[in-house]
């Protein structure tokens, strides 16, 4: 498409979004709904399409989870009255029997699925096809093999800069506290009454992000692929006893998707905004606590809280241990590299995690996530971090430690009889101390190695972290490209976690 062509397009666009919602502008008590917003397609670009090309499978199941939001929110909307059943059980099993099964070919005009809410909010609507494009371009980008990976950084850089040319639409890349998510009025009644449904949303949510990794970490069109179809079959093998194997918690970029988050940080905060205004909305929709014609005006103090760069915003570090501290096992695990058995999450299903807004570092949890299932079965909700967040932040406060060069504060973490099992050798405290620690740091400093943890399992005041890193760079004159492993045993004395043990290994990629 020519520029004077695509310029005449995005007129055209403009025109009939704004006839559209005028027209479709409800009576009464819902009024001052004379929106201007107008719909805008593609960058203009040769590798545009491209994913839809090489990946047709993968391509097609998010044309089935746009559906899957947009009769959401139509059925919240239209039928508030509706019992649970209506999603828990017809929906629901219409999507994951038929629809994800079979899905379209082509994506869908989600106007005429969800008319009804389209009406009610129009701004919020778009809001989330914008950010559906910018997934959509991305994977583009990604999956083009003719393209350097310098080239893809120039390219990610210029949709970015596209998308945020609609602040009108654009989601904030400033990290946003889960407040915004789960402690308002009317947070968590969607999870509450619909856990399956919820369930199946975070699941699309782990999906959508974790297809980048193949992206990233395959070295050829074949074992992407191949690592795609083993994401694909991930997500399905999440279906298969709800909602106990769907996430327990919103997945959250970082840790479902490590190297994306590291080379596109601002992309990647975009999307975990994204999503968790999906939670908001249909909180609001889902509880009878905000009048039908007050949920207009919270959707949209809700799109302008999340446009903007003020609002909750927490510093970009804060937001990496934050999601880190939430727990991969709970968000369903990563999305390469996993074990053929889905990871045993350590929070009851949709706990509410609370997190220092400063720091990121989990504070405690919070009573309002529980489900009725939970309650009846008399579980408690814990009234403080678990031990596997305890045993998870010692971990990551050790790799910070190392990073900082701060000799003192890692050693702090180190129980006095700890064994380090490390290249042939097994070190003493002492003799950590003064041998291998000075290298861990120096070479901690110089890479920043890409680690995927991948669980922590308590067992009594005995736990074992397991994780897995890409390390890739310069170390003095030597080049580095390696995968390691790593095993890190706590025990806990006098009611403080210490690092008993670890043992690391590393092979060259």
Do not use: C
């Given at each position: 498409m020519?520029t004077?062509s695509s310029?005449?397009?995005?007129?055209?666009?403009?025109?009939?979004?704004?006839?559209?919602?005028?027209?479709?502008?409800?009576?009464?008590?819902?009024?001052?709904?004379?929106?201007?917003?107008?719909?805008?397609?593609?960058?203009?670009?040769?590798?545009?399409?491209?994913?839809?090309?090489?990946?047709?499978?993968?391509?097609?199941?998010?044309?089935?989870f746009?559906?899957?939001?947009?009769?959401?929110?139509?059925?919240?909307?239209?039928?508030?009255?509706?019992?649970?059943?209506r999603l828990?059980?017809?929906?629901?099993?219409?999507?994951?029997q038929?629809?994800?099964?079979?899905?379209?070919?082509?994506?869908?005009?989600?106007?005429?699925?969800?008319p009804?809410?389209?009406?009610?909010?129009?701004?919020?609507k778009?809001?989330?096809?914008w950010?559906?494009?910018?997934?959509?371009?991305?994977y583009?980008?990604?999956?083009?093999?003719?393209?350097?990976?310098?080239?893809?950084?120039?390219?990610?850089?210029?949709?970015?800069?596209?998308?945020?040319?609609?602040?009108?639409?654009?989601?904030?890349?400033?990290?946003?506290?889960?407040?915004?998510?789960?402690?308002q009025?009317?947070?968590?009644?969607?999870?509450?009454?619909y856990?399956?449904?919820?369930?199946?949303?975070?699941?699309?949510?782990?999906?959508?992000m974790?297809?980048?990794?193949?992206?990233?970490?395959?070295?050829s069109?074949?074992?992407?692929?191949?690592?795609?179809?083993?994401?694909v079959?991930?997500?399905f093998?999440?279906?298969?006893?709800?909602?106990?194997?769907?996430?327990?918690?919103?997945?959250?970029?970082?840790?479902?998707?490590?190297?994306?988050?590291?080379?596109?940080?601002?992309?990647?905060?975009?999307f975990?905004?994204?999503?968790s205004?999906?939670?908001?909305?249909?909180?609001?929709?889902?509880?009878?606590?905000v009048?039908?014609?007050?949920?207009?005006a919270?959707?949209?103090?809700?799109a302008?809280?999340?446009?903007?760069?003020?609002?909750?915003?927490?510093?970009?570090?804060?937001?990496?241990?934050m999601?880190?501290?939430?727990?991969?096992?709970?968000?369903?695990?990563?999305?390469?590299?996993?074990?053929?058995?889905?990871?045993?999450?350590?929070?009851?299903?949709?706990?509410?995690?609370?997190?220092?807004?400063?720091?990121?570092?989990?504070?405690?949890?919070?009573?309002?996530g529980?489900?009725?299932?939970d309650?009846?079965?008399g579980?408690?909700?814990?009234?403080g971090?678990s031990?596997?967040?305890?045993?998870?932040?010692?971990?990551?406060?050790?790799h910070?430690?190392?990073?900082?060069?701060?000799?003192?504060a890692?050693?702090?973490?180190?129980?006095?009889?700890?064994?380090?099992?490390e290249s042939?050798?097994?070190d003493?405290?002492?003799?950590?101390?003064?041998?291998?620690?000075?290298?861990?740091?120096a070479?901690?400093?110089?890479?920043?190695a890409?680690?995927?943890?991948?669980?922590v399992?308590?067992?009594?005041?005995?736990?074992?972290s397991?994780?897995t890193?890409?390390?890739?760079?310069?170390?003095?004159?030597?080049?580095?490209?390696?995968?390691?492993?790593?095993?890190i045993?706590?025990?806990?004395?006098?009611?403080?976690?210490?690092?008993?043990?670890?043992?690391?290994?590393?092979?060259?990629?």
């Amino acid at each position: 498409m020519h520029t004077t062509s695509s310029a005449r397009f995005t007129r055209r666009l403009a025109m009939l979004g704004a006839v559209l919602t005028v027209t479709m502008a409800p009576i009464s008590p819902l009024a001052a709904q004379w929106s201007t917003t107008y719909e805008q397609f593609y960058l203009q670009a040769s590798h545009n399409w491209t994913f839809r090309t090489h990946y047709q499978h993968a391509d097609r199941l998010f044309n089935a989870f746009d559906y899957g939001h947009a009769i959401l929110y139509e059925t919240l909307w239209r039928f508030p009255d509706a019992p649970a059943s209506r999603l828990e059980v017809d929906r629901y099993n219409d999507l994951t029997q038929k629809v994800l099964i079979k899905p379209p070919r082509i994506p869908l005009e989600e106007g005429a699925i969800e008319p009804k809410y389209a009406q009610l909010a129009p701004e919020a609507k778009v809001m989330f096809d914008w950010a559906h494009l910018l997934h959509r371009q991305l994977y583009d980008v990604l999956a083009d093999e003719r393209l350097s990976w310098a080239q893809r950084d120039v390219e990610v850089a210029r949709l970015i800069r596209y998308y945020r040319s609609r602040p009108d639409l654009a989601f904030s890349s400033k990290p946003k506290s889960m407040k915004l998510m789960q402690e308002q009025p009317f947070s968590l009644a969607f999870r509450k009454k619909y856990p399956k449904f919820n369930g199946l949303i975070w699941g699309y949510h782990w999906l959508q992000m974790g297809l980048y990794e193949p992206l990233m970490v395959g070295t050829s069109r074949t074992e992407k692929q191949a690592l795609m179809r083993a994401t694909v079959a991930r997500f399905f093998q999440m279906l298969q006893d709800v909602p106990r194997s769907l996430p327990h918690q919103m997945p959250m970029t970082v840790p479902v998707a490590p190297k994306f988050a590291a080379r596109y940080p601002e992309a990647a905060i975009i999307f975990d905004n994204l999503h968790s205004m999906h939670d908001v909305v249909s909180d609001i929709l889902t509880n009878p606590s905000v009048p039908r014609d007050r949920k207009r005006a919270e959707i949209m103090l809700a799109a302008r809280r999340y446009r903007d760069d003020t609002t909750e915003v927490m510093s970009v570090p804060a937001w990496r241990v934050m999601s880190e501290h939430m727990g991969i096992e709970n968000m369903g695990g990563p999305a390469v590299g996993f074990l053929s058995t889905l990871p045993t999450p350590t929070v009851t299903y949709g706990a509410v995690m609370q997190h220092d807004a400063e720091t990121g570092a989990m504070t405690g949890f919070g009573s309002g996530g529980a489900t009725t299932a939970d309650a009846h079965a008399g579980h408690q909700m814990p009234t403080g971090p678990s031990d596997s967040s305890q045993v998870a932040t010692l971990v990551s406060g050790f790799h910070q430690a190392l990073e900082r060069g701060d000799s003192s504060a890692a050693l702090a973490l180190l129980s006095p009889d700890v064994a380090i099992v490390e290249s042939g050798t097994v070190d003493s405290l002492a003799d950590y101390r003064s041998h291998h620690l000075p290298a861990d740091i120096a070479f901690a400093r110089a890479i920043k190695a890409a680690r995927q943890p991948r669980g922590v399992t308590v067992v009594g005041d005995v736990a074992y972290s397991v994780a897995t890193s890409a390390t890739k760079g310069t170390f003095g004159d030597r080049a580095v490209d390696t995968l390691g492993a790593e095993l890190i045993v706590a025990r806990r004395v006098d009611g403080q976690w210490r690092i008993a043990a670890i043992h690391w290994s590393s092979r060259r990629r």
